[in-house]
């Protein structure tokens, strides 16, 4: 099954692997053993695309079968599925890793789980190689967002008073915005990905995170402002600046939302209130019905957090 063609092309490997997590979400539990005789035998070799075609089997069959079934054996490969990301030399095992990584965190990490793949043990180690692997080529990179992105999902509901990427959530937030600025982050749906996994961390981060997010909010209004001064576009360059303009208006979406949560810091974020809704109101200017409706979203989420305050605010802007 292994991976060598072009990125995204439905080829031999992807069908194979769609059929194995078909059949896993089929027949549960029963898939494990007949599996893991061939990633076991198949995960160290030499030929690299065995090494993918055993990590490809291993993430495919994490939707299926039961967590007592997986837990265990998700706990013992962890570890090595983290130094194949950092180490292996070959991409396409790297973004295959880094792929059933966020299987994993998707499938089998969160608070209603009774054994914790994520534990303080382990957790300081896997933050880190999701950071260090945000660097890689545009495709492993992505993947790795999207890792980050289930991992802090798995502690959106769990109403706890902590949050265990708290200690990392500046790197973890340096890192995501260093991606969104690379050269080539419109490959590979690198840019997207980065930002969203910058929303779900910060969704699912509790208050003692506010102080750090309200800091993010000029700067992400800052860069929607930058996507107006450019001007005369060729038009691919305008399909550019308007995905952009999407995401920057779902980022302050998600920070209106989670700063409007409690009177603190509600009222510390209001300064920004009149800038926000002139530059919601300029997106209006693009074509995109997509980018409008980003925007529509946020001016939704200002008013429901900032009313009655908000009418003020839409009378003086408009």
């Known amino acids: 099954m292994a991976q060598d063609q072009d990125e995204g092309a439905w ?21 494990v053993p007949l599996v893991m005789p061939f990633i076991e035998e198949n995960i160290t070799k030499a030929d690299w695309r065995q090494r993918e075609a055993a990590t490809y089997a291993f993430g495919s069959i994490m939707e299926g079968p039961s967590p007592d079934k997986l837990t265990s054996i998700v706990n013992v490969a962890l570890s090595f599925m983290l130094s194949a990301l950092m180490k292996d030399p070959n991409n396409h095992v790297k973004d295959t890793t880094a792929w059933t990584l ?14 914790a793949i994520v534990t303080p043990a382990n957790c300081q180690q896997i933050v880190t190689v999701l950071v260090q692997s945000m660097k890689d080529a545009p495709n492993v990179a992505e993947k790795a967002c999207g890792a980050l992105y289930f991992l802090a999902q798995g502690y959106e509901d769990s109403g706890s008073l902590s949050f265990p990427l708290t200690p ?12 969104s600025h690379r050269e080539d982050a419109g490959e590979s749906r690198l840019r997207t990905a980065a930002y969203e996994a910058l929303n779900e961390v910060v969704r699912s981060a509790t208050d003692e995170t506010a102080p750090m997010v309200l800091q993010l909010v ?6 929607l402002h930058k996507t107006f001064e450019a001007q005369n ?4 360059e305008k399909e550019r600046q308007a995905e952009l303009q999407g995401l920057l208006c779902g980022c302050l979406q998600v920070f209106i939302q989670k700063l409007g949560a409690s009177d603190a810091t509600k009222y510390l974020f209001m300064q920004y209130a ?45």
Not at 15 to 25: F, M
Not at 103 to 109: G, P
């Open 11 to 31: 080829n031999l490997a992807m069908a194979g692997g769609t059929c194995l997590g078909l059949v896993a979400r089929t027949v549960g539990d029963d898939i």
């Open 218 to 223: 000029p700067l992400i209004m800052m860069e």
């Open 168 to 179: 990392f959530f500046q790197d973890i937030v340096q890192a995501l915005l260093d991606v």
């Open 233 to 236: 576009l060729a038009s691919y």
């Open 102 to 115: 966020g299987r994993i965190f998707e499938f089998l990490h969160g608070s209603t789980m009774e054994s």
């Open 274 to 318: 009149d800038q926000m809704m002139t530059l919601f109101l300029r997106v209006f200017d693009c074509r995109s019905a997509t980018v409008h409706e980003e925007a529509m979203l946020a001016i939704g989420a200002l008013a429901y957090t900032l009313w009655p305050s908000f009418c003020k605010i839409h009378a003086r802007v408009l």
